[in-house]
């Protein structure tokens, strides 16, 4: 805390800003976005047979594991913590016998996650997987709980291989290599046996293809259906199906919408899972270890619809009515499921359902975390409208829009557009702790899903590949123009605003703002202001110094570095006498996505052109903020910022 508050004041003086200055206070007209920040939902837990619950959360501020007894996981919950990770716990597995649980953790944000193993008995934690240059990722328990498959690029850091390994009665752990072999790769699933293995290879999110392996010579058979003009298809496998002799997977073969299909392993004829599916991208899938139920979430215009199956039939499980949002599936196990649902009101809780052993019967669900909403009424926050507005080429965008309680439609407001990461993301309507303190503050927001966005198809996904990387910048300001046409704003008072991806859209946009002002086809500037966090405006020293892993898949979206020239002519740092607004500029110096070199380029380029960006470095966080002071430094820093620029 006190690091990251000198590092700040450092930079203020630097910027030519006084400390104090940025230390006024702006009148809030809501609860506050202190208040806002410190909203919590303990996270959907893993429920040990005996009914133990353990959870992930940060009631201190940065997520640890707690075991908690009973049947519901309060806010307020006396949870025993079970680990003190300086950092934070980045995620964890438990068995499903609850003896055991992975923890998977990185140091200071650099993502580099190692894995050490709690003995749910005794308490003990013990180190498994540790080499601070490494990034290891459990994939999947063996059936027997004996072990777990897991992903490492140790032998290169570029490339990922498959790895199993077998708890050992002397405690040392058994390592075997599975599969090794150039490119990144993952397990889904494992034979009861141990001797076939599901794996993935993912080159982008266009070109993806699976794999059964034979886990004793680690021989490949591609089981990917291959598109017909030679293209490359998305493709991921799901598990294995009753009997371990066809295989469910996921595949984008078919108009360009991810879809599931069955995979005869003997025959290899393909057939269709479930049909009334059709429409939607599949968002997720799951089967359960006795390969008897199938849970998938569908992405329906950005919402996620949860819906269950029993095997092998792909029979329907009726399911209690759920609250429209994003539902995720966080645990199958047995016949209890357990998903969490989030929406503008809702802050993401988890909720459990034993099914019916017979067909027709809906019982009750029970939600099982309850939220600390610092007591702010949620509920009083209205749901998010799904809007489409046309870009430059009339291809249609949707975009949610969020406005405050009460708002007259046609009357101008200060409004932030909201650019999602990736680019292969997409902004779904969930629940956003600073989204929510915005309208609580008089603030529109404007999330646009622009070409390029994931959710609506393989088409639009790759609208923005390579060369067409500037026509997404052009949607993110059609966005702002929808806005002014239609009365929400006025020119001028809205705000661009993004992370990662999301921050090279941010500033971009506000270049292209100020081109179409130059060119003549725009009266006035749209944009008053942008903020950029972990964000990219070289994409050249962007793609040299991210993560050797991470450029083989960026080159695919962004340009090949073999191409300096059209990456100079899509980067934003090279545009710079286009950026005429005031911005906030906010990075974690460990971040081992977006290194901290772009926010310092773009901060250094503003000063001197005699600007004065406000700036939050910090010195313990990675690709993002995760620890609680970190990111109610940066809201505050936020909050004040929009007020005295697009709010005043």
Excluded at 577 to 598: F, Q, T, W
Aim: overall charge neutral; charged content about 20%.
């Amino acid at each position: 805390m006190r690091n990251t508050l000198v590092l700040t004041a450092a930079i203020a003086a630097f910027a030519g800003l006084s400390f104090s200055t940025l230390a006024q206070q702006s009148a809030e007209k809501g609860p506050g976005i202190e208040k806002f920040v410190k909203i919590r939902t303990p996270g959907a837990p893993a429920i040990a047979p005996d009914g133990t619950m353990y959870v992930r959360d940060f009631p201190e501020g940065v997520y640890q594991l707690y075991r908690v007894k009973g049947d519901k996981v309060t806010a307020d919950h006396k949870g025993e913590k079970l680990t003190t990770y300086a950092d934070g716990l980045a995620g964890f597995s438990m068995s499903e016998d609850g003896k055991r649980i992975l923890l998977a953790y990185a140091a200071g944000g650099n993502e580099n996650t190692q894995v050490s193993l709690l003995d749910t008995a005794t308490g003990q934690v013990t180190d498994l997987l540790k080499n601070p240059k490494v990034q290891y990722a459990v994939n999947h328990w063996l059936h027997d709980f004996s072990g777990f498959v897991f992903t490492a690029n140790d032998a290169s850091p570029n490339d990922f291989y498959v790895y199993r390994y077998d708890f050992t009665a002397d405690g040392k752990g058994k390592v075997t290599k599975l599969l090794g072999k150039e490119g990144s790769w993952s397990a889904s699933d494992i034979s009861a046996d141990g001797s076939r293995l599901l794996v993935g290879q993912y080159r982008s999110a266009s070109d993806s293809q699976f794999y059964e392996v034979d886990a004793k010579t680690g021989a490949l058979n591609d089981l990917t259906i291959k598109p017909k003009d030679g293209g490359t298809v998305a493709a991921a496998p799901i598990g294995y199906l009753p009997g371990e002799k066809s295989v469910l997977f996921e595949s984008d073969i078919e108009g360009g919408i991810k879809k599931l299909y069955v995979r005869d392993l003997a025959s290899g004829q393909v057939t269709k899972a479930i049909s009334e599916l059709d429409a939607f991208e599949i968002d997720s899938a799951s089967i359960n270890r006795d390969r008897s139920l199938l849970a998938v979430a569908t992405n329906e215009d950005g919402y996620g619809v949860l819906h269950v199956y029993r095997l092998p039939g792909f029979t329907p499980v009726a399911l209690p009515q759920i609250e429209k949002g994003v539902v995720g599936v966080a645990d199958l196990t047995g016949n209890r499921i357990v998903w969490s649902l989030s929406n503008a009101r809702t802050p993401g809780l988890a909720f459990a359902y034993d099914i019916p052993a017979k067909d027709g019967t809906v019982g009750q669900a029970r939600q099982i975390t309850t939220p600390d909403t610092q007591g702010i009424d949620l509920g009083k926050f209205p749901l998010p409208e799904l809007v489409k507005y046309k870009g430059f080429d009339g291809v249609e965008i949707p975009a949610f829009v969020y406005v405050p309680v009460g708002y007259a439609k046609g009357t101008p407001i200060p409004f932030v557009v909201n650019y999602h990461g990736g680019p292969e993301g997409q902004h779904r309507p969930g629940f956003d702790r600073t989204v929510q303190y915005l309208v609580s503050e008089g603030f529109g927001v404007m999330q646009p899903n622009v070409r390029g966005s994931t959710g609506y198809g393989r088409a639009f996904h790759m609208l923005d590949d390579y060369k067409n990387r500037w026509n997404s910048v052009k949607d993110g300001v059609d966005a702002a123009a929808w806005l002014v046409a239609n009365g929400y704003a006025a020119p001028g008072k809205i705000a661009t605003y993004g992370g990662s991806y999301g921050g090279f859209m941010s500033v971009a946009c506000l270049v292209e703002d100020q081109q179409r002002v130059d060119a003549g086809s725009q009266k006035a500037r749209l944009f008053g202001a942008g903020i950029d966090v972990v964000g990219i405006v070289n994409l050249k020293t962007f793609l040299e110094q991210t993560s050797g892993y991470r450029r083989k898949l960026r080159e695919v979206e962004y340009g090949p570095l073999t191409d300096p020239e059209f990456l100079t002519s899509v980067s934003s740092i090279y545009k710079i006498d286009k950026i005429n607004v005031p911005m906030y500029i906010a990075h974690g110096l460990n971040d081992p996505r977006v290194p901290v070199g772009e926010a310092m380029q773009l901060a250094v380029g503003l000063m001197k052109r005699g600007m004065e960006p406000e700036q939050f470095f910090a010195p313990d966080e990675g690709h993002g903020f995760q620890k609680l002071d970190n990111r109610l430094l940066f809201a505050k820093k936020m909050s004040k910022f929009l007020k005295h620029t697009i709010g005043n």
